[in-house]
């Protein structure tokens, strides 16, 4: 969706501080992984974004090892 400012709403926000800027290209795109070594490929990498997946639990590198699956024993009667 394309949002286009008229010169009037321009200068009504740049009086109250705002700075509008076009963009000159597309965000950034990162490969995020999860913890499992699962890659992303192709997602935002803008700060917001990022902040987001790390918080999830992704990471920018690939895990060292994969996680450790645990088995539960079972009960012996």
Not at 2 to 10: G, H, Y
Not at 53 to 72: A, D, E, N, S, W
């Amino acid at each position: 969706m394309v949002v286009r400012l008229t010169r009037q709403q321009k200068l009504e926000l740049a009086s109250q501080g705002f700075v509008i800027e076009e963009l000159a290209e597309w965000p950034e795109k990162a490969t995020y992984y999860k913890p499992n070594g699962e890659a992303m490929p192709n997602l935002p990498a803008d700060a917001w974004s990022m902040k987001r997946y790390l918080q999830r639990g992704f990471t920018l590198t690939p895990p060292l090892l994969p996680p450790l699956k645990v088995r539960k024993k079972k009960k012996e009667m």
